[in-house]
Protein backbone atom coordinates (compact mmCIF):
# COMPACT_ATOMS: atom_id res chain seq x y z
CA UNK A 1 0.00 0.00 0.00
CA UNK A 2 1.22 3.62 -1.10
CA UNK A 3 2.82 4.88 2.32
CA UNK A 4 1.03 8.58 1.91
CA UNK A 5 -2.39 6.70 2.42
CA UNK A 6 -1.77 4.23 5.55
CA UNK A 7 -1.44 6.38 8.99
CA UNK A 8 0.33 3.53 10.48
CA UNK A 9 2.51 1.87 7.35
CA UNK A 10 4.07 -0.96 10.13
CA UNK A 11 0.98 -1.98 11.42
CA UNK A 12 -0.63 -2.21 8.12
CA UNK A 13 2.49 -4.48 6.64
CA UNK A 14 2.19 -6.71 9.80
CA UNK A 15 -1.42 -7.48 9.57
CA UNK A 16 -1.14 -8.13 5.47
CA UNK A 17 2.32 -10.55 6.60
CA UNK A 18 0.30 -11.84 9.20
CA UNK A 19 -2.44 -12.96 6.52
CA UNK A 20 -0.17 -14.39 3.86
CA UNK A 21 1.84 -16.39 6.25
CA UNK A 22 -1.71 -17.92 7.74
CA UNK A 23 -2.43 -18.45 4.16
CA UNK A 24 0.98 -19.37 3.11
CA UNK A 25 0.90 -22.26 6.29
CA UNK A 26 -2.31 -23.06 5.46
CA UNK A 27 -1.47 -24.27 1.64
CA UNK A 28 1.84 -25.38 2.48
CA UNK A 29 3.83 -23.36 0.42
CA UNK A 30 7.68 -22.76 1.32
CA UNK A 31 8.94 -19.93 -0.76
CA UNK A 32 5.47 -17.61 0.51
CA UNK A 33 6.23 -18.74 4.15
CA UNK A 34 9.58 -17.60 4.05
CA UNK A 35 9.04 -14.26 2.36
CA UNK A 36 5.90 -13.64 4.88
CA UNK A 37 8.13 -14.12 7.95
CA UNK A 38 10.91 -11.97 6.39
CA UNK A 39 8.70 -9.51 6.57
CA UNK A 40 6.63 -10.16 9.90
CA UNK A 41 10.26 -10.37 11.36
CA UNK A 42 11.78 -7.19 10.39
CA UNK A 43 8.06 -5.18 11.71
CA UNK A 44 9.11 -7.32 15.08
CA UNK A 45 12.87 -5.92 14.83
CA UNK A 46 12.22 -2.23 13.96
CA UNK A 47 9.46 -2.00 16.74
CA UNK A 48 12.11 -3.18 18.96
CA UNK A 49 11.37 -6.95 19.54
CA UNK A 50 14.41 -8.29 18.46
CA UNK A 51 14.32 -11.74 20.64
CA UNK A 52 10.96 -12.46 18.65
CA UNK A 53 12.16 -11.06 14.98
CA UNK A 54 15.04 -13.65 15.67
CA UNK A 55 12.81 -16.52 16.42
CA UNK A 56 10.96 -15.88 13.54
CA UNK A 57 14.22 -15.52 11.11
CA UNK A 58 15.31 -18.59 12.35
CA UNK A 59 12.27 -20.50 11.50
CA UNK A 60 12.89 -18.43 7.95
CA UNK A 61 16.32 -20.05 7.69
CA UNK A 62 15.36 -23.41 7.97
CA UNK A 63 12.36 -23.30 5.93
CA UNK A 64 14.58 -21.86 2.91
CA UNK A 65 17.45 -24.92 3.25
CA UNK A 66 14.87 -27.06 3.41
CA UNK A 67 13.50 -26.14 0.12
CA UNK A 68 17.14 -25.90 -1.30
CA UNK A 69 16.66 -21.50 -2.24
CA UNK A 70 20.10 -20.32 -2.19
CA UNK A 71 18.55 -16.98 -2.29
CA UNK A 72 16.24 -17.24 0.64
CA UNK A 73 19.27 -18.66 2.22
CA UNK A 74 21.24 -15.52 1.96
CA UNK A 75 18.20 -13.30 2.67
CA UNK A 76 17.65 -15.22 6.12
CA UNK A 77 21.07 -15.15 7.16
CA UNK A 78 20.99 -11.31 6.27
CA UNK A 79 18.38 -10.80 8.85
CA UNK A 80 19.44 -13.06 11.06
CA UNK A 81 22.55 -10.80 11.20
CA UNK A 82 20.56 -7.75 11.70
CA UNK A 83 18.89 -9.36 14.31
CA UNK A 84 21.69 -10.06 16.59
CA UNK A 85 23.36 -7.09 15.80
CA UNK A 86 20.04 -5.12 17.52
CA UNK A 87 20.71 -7.82 20.58
CA UNK A 88 24.15 -6.64 20.62
CA UNK A 89 26.14 -10.05 19.67
CA UNK A 90 28.20 -7.77 16.71
CA UNK A 91 30.46 -11.12 16.67
CA UNK A 92 27.65 -13.22 15.39
CA UNK A 93 26.14 -10.60 13.36
CA UNK A 94 28.97 -9.67 11.42
CA UNK A 95 29.87 -13.50 10.37
CA UNK A 96 25.75 -13.87 9.73
CA UNK A 97 26.20 -10.59 7.83
CA UNK A 98 29.44 -11.75 5.71
CA UNK A 99 27.62 -15.12 4.94
CA UNK A 100 24.47 -13.40 3.63
CA UNK A 101 27.02 -11.20 1.37
CA UNK A 102 28.41 -13.85 0.20
CA UNK A 103 25.74 -16.58 -0.69
CA UNK A 104 23.74 -13.37 -2.07
CA UNK A 105 25.98 -12.91 -4.87
CA UNK A 106 25.48 -10.96 -7.73
CA UNK A 107 21.46 -10.59 -6.94
CA UNK A 108 21.32 -7.48 -5.57
CA UNK A 109 18.12 -7.63 -4.67
CA UNK A 110 19.30 -9.56 -2.01
CA UNK A 111 22.70 -8.29 -1.22
CA UNK A 112 21.86 -4.75 -0.32
CA UNK A 113 20.43 -5.37 2.75
CA UNK A 114 23.28 -7.40 4.49
CA UNK A 115 25.68 -4.85 2.78
CA UNK A 116 23.74 -2.09 4.43
CA UNK A 117 23.44 -3.98 8.06
CA UNK A 118 26.97 -4.69 7.64
CA UNK A 119 27.70 -0.68 7.28
CA UNK A 120 25.71 -0.13 10.13
CA UNK A 121 27.28 -2.70 12.50
CA UNK A 122 30.78 -0.97 11.36
CA UNK A 123 29.35 2.46 12.94
CA UNK A 124 27.73 0.50 15.69
CA UNK A 125 31.10 -0.77 17.31
CA UNK A 126 32.92 2.93 16.31
CA UNK A 127 34.83 2.06 12.98
CA UNK A 128 33.83 4.83 11.21
CA UNK A 129 36.60 4.44 8.36
CA UNK A 130 35.18 1.19 7.74
CA UNK A 131 31.51 2.29 8.20
CA UNK A 132 31.86 5.12 5.65
CA UNK A 133 33.91 2.60 2.93
CA UNK A 134 30.91 -0.19 3.27
CA UNK A 135 28.33 2.72 2.89
CA UNK A 136 29.42 4.14 0.25
CA UNK A 137 30.24 0.75 -1.51
CA UNK A 138 26.49 0.13 -1.60
CA UNK A 139 25.79 3.45 -3.02
CA UNK A 140 28.14 3.27 -6.41
CA UNK A 141 26.91 -0.85 -6.23
CA UNK A 142 23.47 0.34 -6.84
CA UNK A 143 22.28 3.82 -7.23
CA UNK A 144 18.91 3.01 -8.76
CA UNK A 145 17.69 1.74 -5.15
CA UNK A 146 17.29 5.10 -3.96
CA UNK A 147 15.66 3.90 -0.68
CA UNK A 148 19.09 1.82 -0.09
CA UNK A 149 21.64 4.34 -0.90
CA UNK A 150 19.75 7.48 1.42
CA UNK A 151 20.28 4.93 4.43
CA UNK A 152 23.74 4.57 2.66
CA UNK A 153 24.53 8.18 2.83
CA UNK A 154 23.01 8.22 6.19
CA UNK A 155 25.48 6.51 7.46
CA UNK A 156 27.97 7.77 6.14
CA UNK A 157 26.88 11.60 7.47
CA UNK A 158 27.17 9.77 10.96
CA UNK A 159 30.68 8.36 10.00
CA UNK A 160 31.78 11.46 9.26
CA UNK A 161 30.84 13.33 12.47
CA UNK A 162 32.29 10.52 14.38
CA UNK A 163 35.63 11.19 12.33
CA UNK A 164 35.59 15.01 13.21
CA UNK A 165 34.48 15.89 9.58
CA UNK A 166 31.72 17.84 10.81
CA UNK A 167 31.31 20.33 7.85
CA UNK A 168 30.72 17.56 5.65
CA UNK A 169 28.79 15.49 7.80
CA UNK A 170 26.31 18.27 8.29
CA UNK A 171 25.92 18.73 4.59
CA UNK A 172 25.32 14.67 3.84
CA UNK A 173 22.73 14.67 6.76
CA UNK A 174 21.05 18.01 5.11
CA UNK A 175 20.63 15.68 2.05
CA UNK A 176 19.61 13.53 3.55
CA UNK A 177 16.79 14.68 5.13
CA UNK A 178 15.44 16.52 2.06
CA UNK A 179 15.79 13.68 -0.13
CA UNK A 180 14.20 11.23 2.46
CA UNK A 181 11.53 14.02 2.13
CA UNK A 182 10.88 13.89 -1.54
CA UNK A 183 11.26 9.73 -0.89
CA UNK A 184 8.88 9.37 1.75
CA UNK A 185 11.30 7.34 3.24
CA UNK A 186 10.52 8.20 7.22
CA UNK A 187 13.34 6.15 9.02
CA UNK A 188 16.70 7.75 7.58
CA UNK A 189 15.43 11.25 7.69
CA UNK A 190 14.18 10.60 10.97
CA UNK A 191 17.50 9.61 11.69
CA UNK A 192 19.59 11.81 9.67
CA UNK A 193 17.34 14.48 11.75
CA UNK A 194 18.48 13.15 15.30
CA UNK A 195 22.51 12.58 13.87
CA UNK A 196 22.37 16.30 12.84
CA UNK A 197 21.02 17.64 15.75
CA UNK A 198 23.56 15.75 17.87
CA UNK A 199 26.09 17.41 15.79
CA UNK A 200 24.90 20.57 16.11
CA UNK A 201 24.81 20.42 19.94
CA UNK A 202 28.09 18.97 19.62
CA UNK A 203 29.27 22.32 17.68
CA UNK A 204 27.85 24.76 20.41
CA UNK A 205 24.57 25.13 17.90
CA UNK A 206 21.91 24.86 20.31
CA UNK A 207 19.25 26.88 19.05
CA UNK A 208 19.36 24.54 15.75
CA UNK A 209 19.91 21.28 17.32
CA UNK A 210 16.66 21.73 18.97
CA UNK A 211 14.95 22.64 15.34
CA UNK A 212 16.86 19.61 13.91
CA UNK A 213 15.56 17.56 16.52
CA UNK A 214 11.80 19.00 16.58
CA UNK A 215 11.78 17.93 13.02
CA UNK A 216 12.86 14.43 13.13
Not at 78 to 95: N, S, T, V
Not at 151 to 174: D, F, K, Y
Amino acid sequence: LPVEVVADPFGAALREASQCLSIARRIGHREWTALSLAVVGGVQRRCGKAQQALELHQEMLAISEEAGSTLWVAAALGRLGEDYAQLGDEQRAAGLLADAIKASGEALKFVLGPMLAAADLELRCGRATGALERARQLEQKAPQYEVFTINARCIQGEALALLGRSSEAETVLRQVIERSSSLDAVLPGWRAGLALSKLLRSSRRDTEAVSAAADA
